[in-house]
Every structure is written in C-alpha cells, then in structure tokens.
C-alpha cells in the first residue's frame, strides 16, 4: 500500500497521454450521463445539490460553494465561520492547479488535445479564464460553454435538505 505522500509525489510526477480520438464525443456523451443522472435525481424529488469543482477550489471566494454544500448536508461551520483563506489553508497539502501553463505540463499530449478542442464549445476549458484560479468565476462564460444560461445554472443550484 502507497503512503500518503508517495502516492502525492507519484501524482505530481505523472504526464498521461490522454485518447484523442473520439475525445468531443467522450466528452458530450459525460456532458449527456450528467443531465440524465440530474434529470432522474429531479424526477424522482431526490434532494441533492449541484456543485462545480471551478467554484470549490478555482474561484476568489471559494466558501461561497462550501457553505453551500455544508448547508445542504447540514453539517460543518456556520457561514460566518467559514472563509476561504481557512479553506485554502486546509487543502495546501493537496493542492492542484489547472492553469493551461500547468495542464501543458501535466498531458504529455496537450497540443494534441487542444486541436482537438479547438472550434468546439468545449475549447473554453482550456481557456485560462475558465481555469485560472485567481480569476473571477464567470457564470456566463460556464454557460456558454455547458450551453445553459446563468438562470438555469442559478435554479439548479437552489435545492434545499429536508
């Protein structure tokens, strides 16, 4: 069994080659797996609560998703305990970043994939604004590139623990 640590410096140190072929329609078809499983969740009263890794961990205000989150399952620090300099401070030992600099880096086949990204919706996620931590989370641009509108994205967000 891996320790901790060697399994972090073992991560840090990996360059996969990511498939390109059939990339977009791997992608759509994720994109079509989230929606249905969103759907039956909402068809069947399931409560539960949609969040994005970009608001968890690549947006200023970070505890604005925790808080969030630890509403709905109703456990953690009340809303005025929680900020995002705590946040940050905990996940230090685990941090990850995905700037485009750091993605280059990080995919042993980054230009491939980028021509392959390139002229599609889902281009934006290689777009520095979109993954740039120390950008503000843009909900329109997210929408523009899941092809829904900050109203949508706002409602489905709205769900409230029984």
């Known amino acids: 069994m891996i320790g901790d640590e060697e399994c972090k410096e073992m991560h840090k140190k990996a360059k996969p080659t990511l498939n390109v072929t059939g990339l977009v329609n791997q992608i759509k078809q994720l994109e079509e797996e989230i929606n249905e499983v969103d759907q039956l969740l909402d068809d069947h009263s399931v409560p539960h609560v949609d969040v994005s890794y970009e608001k968890l961990y690549n947006v200023q205000d970070i505890a604005l998703e925790w808080r969030r989150v630890f509403s709905f399952i109703g456990?953690?620090?009340?809303?005025?305990?929680?900020?995002?300099?705590?946040?940050?401070?905990?996940?230090?030992?685990?941090?990850?970043?995905?700037?485009?600099?750091?993605?280059?880096?990080?995919?042993?086949?980054?230009?491939?994939?980028?021509?392959?990204?390139?002229?599609?919706?889902?281009?934006?996620?290689?777009?520095?604004?979109?993954?740039?931590?120390?950008?503000?989370?843009?909900?329109?641009?997210?929408?523009?590139?899941?092809?829904?509108?900050?109203?949508?994205?706002?409602?489905?967000?709205?769900?409230?623990?029984?």
């Open 75 to 162: 456990v953690g620090p009340s809303a005025d305990q929680l900020t995002s300099a705590d946040l940050v401070a905990h996940m230090e030992h685990a941090a990850t970043s995905n700037s485009s600099a750091s993605m280059r880096a990080k995919i042993q086949n980054y230009e491939e994939v980028v021509k392959m990204l390139q002229g599609t919706k889902y281009e934006a996620y290689l777009h520095p604004a979109f993954l740039d931590p120390r950008k503000e989370f843009d909900e329109n641009f997210v929408g523009q590139v899941f092809g829904t509108d900050r109203t949508t994205l706002s409602s489905k967000s709205q769900v409230t623990p029984n």
